[in-house]
Each structure stands twice: as structure tokens, then as C-alpha cells.
């Protein structure tokens, strides 16, 4: 059944009203610009909603060189989810298969607000936030078509992304289990003293999960510098936020913890709030973020994703709150670059994709004795046997 509430789609299609501030002359042409940090200050589209703190303010800090990351960052992880989408179809990606175009904005401005010391803990739609913390796309492919070169060597595939030099611990498949597990990292950090943060995201089909509020409470209860972002795409499934939800306020529902609610279909709002976040959390303890965002794509690969919501109601949102699009209009207001060298930049970002695709489907399967590598037992070994040695038997100690 296709969402029916006028309030809920009416939160969906917020018109994208950015207020622009210049500091100083940006008619520059695209390289010159890139290269400039000349300061910009540009309002968020919507105002954040705040639960028991302060609002941070809406006038976001910027320059060029940001933006046009921005907009190149997004490029790339649409596309890449784009040919993931086409791989899958062509059978070359198998088993579960989570997309997350539409909800690029969040992976960007999360880590403009951070450092690699920072640590990030998701879900299963992970590729995105593992490219942004500093993922090849080779590794991302051939993880996906379960290739040696692989993140996770071949053996996780698309739901468990790694990256432990860059802090990235998942990539996790059961829903909200990865919330307990950040809220585990954010102890040793604060054991540590290392002055670092947790960012653990959920959906919003993970946010009535009885272990996300039991983390929470210890969390608040010992301070812990853990911030819980709740993605917010407005299907848990195929199920609206309404139908599951007494309370869909997420920003709310840990009532003596602060939280925030943040348009994250905008990159600069989720960076602002990804920063203000941070500071809030190695100061006072955990906080909650709500990213108003939505996918594109259904849920998984088996979803169609338009059995419970209307055509019109995607393409709507394509149209009003595209995080793409929302910074490519910035870029062009400020003559930063032309709708021609955006162009470009996007053809570019379809080459790089194409080539890591044909390095993965060249990278060899991982060797029939990884399937007894990486266990929780010391000296678990394995023999070859058999006429042509290519049977395997693992014996237990």
C-alpha cells in the first residue's frame, strides 16, 4: 500500500530553500576554484529541530574546494550503486544487496565533520560509507562479486565493509545489533582518553529494537562520547515509519538524551550536525541524530520498491531534496563551475567506475582453504586431499 498520510509526504517533499551568504568574490573558473579555501557561508535548506540541547546554527561554514568534493564524492558512490544495481541483475553480485542512492548526503557530511580516528559503525547499506572513509572502489567491487581483492577478502560481501585503519567496523546484517557494538567502542574510547567519537547508525526500522535503548541507557549512564544516527529513509522494509511507529519522532525517543533532527538531504546540514554532535558528545555524552534522508532504490534487491509508496512520491523527492542535485545549484550560483565542467566531473566518475568493475571481474575467487581462515580457533588447520588435492577437510583440535 502506497503511503497515504499528507503529513508524512508532505515531510518527504520539503522544497529546497538554501539561503546563500558570499564573503568574498567566488567568479572563478573551476580549477582556480578548487584549489581556493576563500570562505563561504551558506544556510542550511530547513532549520534543525533539537530535543533537550541547543540548535546548532544554520549558517554552515564552506569553501570551493568542499563543494566540488562534495559534489564529486556523491557522483561517484551514485554511480557506483548505480552499476551495483546493474551487476546484480547480471548475476555477478549475489545474496543480499543493499543500495543507498538518495542518501549520499549523509556519508559526505558526516565525514567533513570528522577525522579516520573517529570511528563509524552502520547497518548493511555500507558501501557508501566505507568509500567515504576512504575505500577503494576495486575493493568495494571485487568485495561485492566476492573477489580475493575484496575489503573483507571476498568472504563478507555487501553487508560486511571493513576498514579498521580508518576506524570503519561495519557493515553489520542484523538489524540494531551494531548499535551495542558502537556503543562498545565509544567505552574503550573514553577508556583511552584518546578524545575521539562513535558515530553508530540505524535505520528506522531498527529504531524500536529493545538493544538500542539498553545501549543507551548504559551509554548516558557512563557518558559515553557515542553518537546514535538514526537514518531516517521512512520505510523499514516496505513498511512506512507510521504504520511501526507510535512515536516517529527518533530525535525524541531517547527522552533524557539529547537529540537532533537534521534535513540529511543536505550535506552542509549533516556536517554541521555531524560537528556540533561531536562536540557535544566528548563533552556531555551521547546525543541522537535523525538524517531526514530517503533511498531511491527498494529496500533490497528483491524489493521493487514501489508496491508501498507511489512513483510519484520518488520522483517528487528526486526533484525537491536531491542531494546531488542540491550542491551541483550551489556550485552553479556561486560560479564555481559550469553545468558543462559538473558534466565532465561526472564522466569522469563513470570511467573510474567502469574500470574498477573490469579489475574486479579480472581479480581470481579466494582459494577454497579461506573458508577455514579467520575463525575463532587457534590451530584450526586444513588438509588437501583426494586424486587432483582439491578437496579440503578442516579437522577440530
Known amino acids: ?23 568574498s568574490s567566488l567568479r572563478r573558473s573551476i580549477s582556480s576554484a578548487a584549489d581556493n579555501s576563500s570562505s563561504l557561508i551558506i544556510e542550511t535548506s530547513v532549520p534543525f529541530t533539537a530535543h533537550k540541547c541547543d540548535e546548532p546554527s544554520r549558517s ?29 541483475k547480471a548475476k555477478l553480485i549475489r545474496g543480499f544487496c543493499h543500495l543507498y542512492d538518495g542518501q549520499e548526503a549523509v556519508a559526505v557530511g558526516m565525514e567533513a565533520a570528522i577525522t579516520k580516528k573517529d570511528a563509524i559503525i552502520t547497518a548493511y547499506r555500507d558501501h557508501c560509507t566505507f568509500l567515504g572513509r576512504g575505500g577503494t572502489l576495486l575493493q568495494i567491487f571485487a568485495e561485492l562479486m566476492g573477489r580475493q581483492a575484496g575489503c573483507s577478502r571476498g568472504k563478507g560481501g555487501s553487508m560486511h565493509f571493513y576498514k579498521k585503519d580508518a576506524c570503519f567496523y561495519g557493515g553489520h546484517g542484523i538489524v540494531g545489533a551494531q548499535v551495542p557494538l558502537g556503543c562498545g567502542v565509544a567505552f574503550a574510547q573514553k577508556y583511552s582518553k584518546d578524545e575521539t567519537v562513535t558515530f553508530a547508525l540505524y535505520g528506522d526500522g531498527a529504531a524500536n529494537q529493545g538493544q538500542l535503548f539498553e545501549a543507551l541507557n548504559i551509554s548516558a549512564l557512563w557518558d ?47 556536517k554541521q550536525a555531524c560537528k556540533f554532535a561531536k562536540e557535544h558528545a566528548l563533552k556531555n555524552g551521547p546525543i541522537i541524530l535523525e538524517m531526514d534522508t530517503y533511498r531511491y532504490h527498494g529496500h533490497s534487491m528483491s524489493d ?27 556550485i552553479v550560483s556561486y560560479d564555481l563551475a ?42 584450526f588447520g586444513t588438509e588437501s586431499f583426494g586424486a587432483d588435492r582439491k578437496e579440503l577437510r578442516a579437522v577440530l583440535p
Open 1 to 23: 500500500m502506497a503511503l497515504s498520510h499528507a503529513a508524512s509526504r508532505s515531510n518527504l517533499l520539503k522544497p529546497l530553500v538554501a539561503g546563500f551568504s558570499y564573503s
Open 60 to 88: 554552515v561554514e564552506t569553501n570551493p574546494k568542499e563543494l566540488l568534493g562534495f559534489f564529486r564524492d556523491m557522483a561517484l558512490m551514485r554511480r557506483m550503486e548505480i552499476a551495483a544495481d546493474s551487476l546484480y
Open 224 to 270: 559515553l562520547p557515542v553518537i546514535l544516527v538514526c537514518e531516517n529513509n521512512h520505510y523499514g522494509m516496505g513498511t512506512a515509519e507510521w504504520r511501526a511507529a507510535k512515536s516517529p519522532a527518533y530525535y525524541k525517543r531517547g527522552d533524557y538524551v539529547p537529540g537532533l533532527k537534521v534535513d540529511g538531504m543536505d550535506a552542509l546540514a549533516v
Open 304 to 330: 521493487p520498491g514501489s508496491t508501498y509508496r507511489t512513483r510519484d512520491e520518488i520522483s517528487g523527492v528526486r526533484q525537491e531534496r536531491d542531494p546531488i542535485e542540491r550542491i551541483r545549484k550551489l
Open 338 to 379: 559550469t553545468e558543462k565542467e559538473l558534466k565532465d566531473i561526472e564522466k569522469e566518475v563513470r570511467k573510474e567506475v567502469d574500470e574498477a568493475i573490469a579489475q574486479a571481474k579480472e581479480n581470481p575467487l579466494p582459494d577454497p582453504s579461506e573458508l577455514f581462515t579467520n575463525v575463532y580457533v587457534k590451530g
